[in-house]
């Protein structure tokens, strides 16, 4: 049955998010005891630090490099002047094991073979990679959207098997454009991601996926949007891949284009009409394909391991219970480097979410210090992940290896790319509506499956004035609620915010430095940041998390 889990209060917070005007409101004063941590959030301070970052010196930042090491090394060096408490094993470092490895585009390729006919393509048609160079073969199975979600009773695999062979699924999930669908409306859910759709492949049995554009979508494909960024991912030396040499995933992913997918489903049937089926009433149609036999060859030009670091520092929580919950207040400290085209400065990505964790920490253990100052019943973690550029690697691996329990983890706020005044792009042109003035807009991600979260975010804006915005978490084609660190938390169910100031021309460009970022800007969110940490470690009743937002058991 089609319901909305908590609708009305969904709807509600909803629509005030897309009325508020900081001229609605009127000016309040915050409490003195908070006044010490408010005055240390200064513009001077993140000007100081976000130039720092993203200066020469470092070099761009790029995961395993010096100039990360570099960065690495000054962020531990902030938390322990600012005095935090080393939160791994009396360090404040997190080890993050990595394997390095450069694919050879040139010799990989996916091959189709039916009727003694065979067909290869490689890149961009199809693009695969993997740590370990392959040579696998398959028959091929139409997996629908390759989704298993017992709670909304569906599953794409309950009438296949798919032991030892590859599959072939849509992106994304079915009835994206219908605002009642169980798969939360028009927003993304977790099963949207590549991923998690690779994980349940190979949880059935599959030895492979390929990932292809839903034909009947309205937006690009992943592939398409991907290509609109340009920047980094069209450098004349790409970037190395990076994976973690622990992860889970032990299956490649191919991502397919169009004409790929409709040559390998062949004259048996037709993707756009198996589409419609699922959609129409959420009955999966997956089925064997005949005659058809993949093969993926995998060739990698360089393999290595390297090492590198989530920085962690704590604030114990002066309750002799609560101290034990966690809130967690992270951003990430990799960029993507420099090459020939020239440094890829990640002022905004994400020199501004390090800068701001730094102030947070500091404004926080400067109000705790202070002779009137409100004191912390939760704890607060405060975390720089490794390696986000690579894949939310940093993050993943800290949800694989705790550092404080998960179970006990009430809330996190994740800062990635919070500097900037959002822009119409390659990327969002077409896809999102920008509005037209964006110096005071914060945007949201993550609120459908956290509305009490997003609740008292709101209540601590009417001391900030600041335009909250919820469009990310209400379209499906720019991926955004799984792009960034909060993700993998969301994974376990944890109350987790992307805050985010939008997209722009220089994401991911050697063009985003430090001289274009609004820090006015910055320090108003960090200050709403800063209240609503000190709301979620002191309320009595911290986020709660919805699993499925859009649906209700009947």
């Known amino acids: 049955m089609k319901m909305k889990s908590n609708f009305f209060f969904i709807l509600i917070y909803t629509i005030t998010l897309l009325i508020w005007s900081p001229l609605s409101l009127a000016d309040k004063n915050i409490t003195p005891n908070l006044e010490t941590g408010w005055n240390a959030i200064n513009m001077a301070s993140l000007k100081k630090d976000v ?5 020469d010196r470092l070099q ?5 490099s010096a100039g990360d090491e570099k960065a690495i090394d000054w962020i531990q060096t902030q938390f322990k002047q600012i005095g935090l408490k080393p939160a791994f094993e009396n360090s404040y470092l997190q080890p993050v094991k990595l394997i390095e490895y450069i694919p050879d585009r040139k010799k990989t390729y996916i091959q189709l073979e ?3 006919k065979i067909i290869q393509w490689k890149k961009p048609d199809a693009i695969t990679e993997y740590h370990e160079d392959l040579d696998i073969t398959g028959d091929v199975v139409f997996a629908g959207y390759g989704i298993t979600a017992p709670d909304l ?4 695999y309950q009438d296949i098997d798919v ?13 994206e454009n219908d605002a009642t669908s169980i798969f939360n409306g028009k927003a993304n859910t977790i099963y949207a991601t590549s991923r998690i759709k690779a994980l349940n492949a190979q949880k059935h049995g599959a030895i492979a996926i390929l990932i292809a554009p839903e034909p009947n979508r309205k937006h690009p494909s992943n592939q398409e949007r991907l290509a609109r960024i340009g920047g980094s991912l069209k450098r004349k030396v790409p970037i190395p891949s990076q994976v973690l040499i622990d ?13 790929i997918a409709n040559k390998i489903i062949g004259a ?9 089926a699922i959609d129409k009433n959420l009955k999966p149609q997956s089925r064997a394909i005949p005659d058809a036999k993949i093969t993926i060859f995998i060739t990698n030009k360089s393999r290595g391991y390297g090492t590198t670091y989530n920085v962690v520092g704590l604030l114990e929580g002066s309750d002799s219970l609560l101290k034990n919950e966690t809130i967690i207040i992270s951003a990430h400290h990799d960029h993507d480097g420099k090459s020939k085209e020239g440094i890829w400065h990640g002022a905004d990505d994400n020199a501004s979410g390090t800068a701001g964790v730094i102030s947070l920490a500091n404004a926080f253990m400067q109000n705790s210090l202070a002779k009137n100052g409100l004191e912390l019943k939760r704890s607060l973690l405060f975390v720089v992940f490794a390696a986000e550029e690579r894949g939310l690697l940093g993050a993943y691996h800290m949800t694989n290896h705790p550092i404080r329990d998960l179970k006990t983890t009430r809330a996190m706020i994740n800062f990635d790319m919070i500097g900037r005044n959002e822009l119409p792009s390659d990327q969002t042109n077409g896809i999102i509506t920008i509005p037209n003035d964006t110096h005071n807009r914060l945007n949201l991600i993550g609120a459908h499956y956290s509305p009490s979260y997003l609740k008292t975010v709101i209540e601590e804006n009417q001391y900030i004035h600041l335009t909250l915005d919820d469009r990310f978490d209400n379209e499906p084609a720019l991926n955004t609620f799984f792009r960034s ?3 993998p938390f969301v994974l376990h169910q944890i109350p987790a915010f992307w805050w985010f100031t939008g997209f722009h021309p220089d994401y991911h460009h050697i063009t985003d430095t430090a001289d274009k970022i609004n820090y006015k800007k910055m320090q108003k969110i960090l200050r709403l940041a800063y209240l609503t940490g000190y709301a979620f470690s002191n309320d009595a009743y911290p986020p709660e998390f919805i699993t499925h937002p859009n649906f209700k058991k009947e």
């Open 153 to 156: 009773h569906y599953d794409d």
């Open 114 to 116: 039916r009727a003694n």
């Open 268 to 276: 048996h049937s037709s993707l756009s009409q198996l589409q419609t």
């Open 247 to 259: 992860d889970e995933l032990h299956i490649p992913i191919a991502v397919i284009s169009d004409a």
């Open 163 to 175: 032991h030892g062979k590859i599959v072939l699924v849509f992106e994304h999930e079915p009835q």
């Open 485 to 487: 660190d909060q993700f």
């Open 60 to 64: 761009g930042r790029l995961s395993l």
């Open 51 to 55: 130039y720092y970052l993203s200066s």
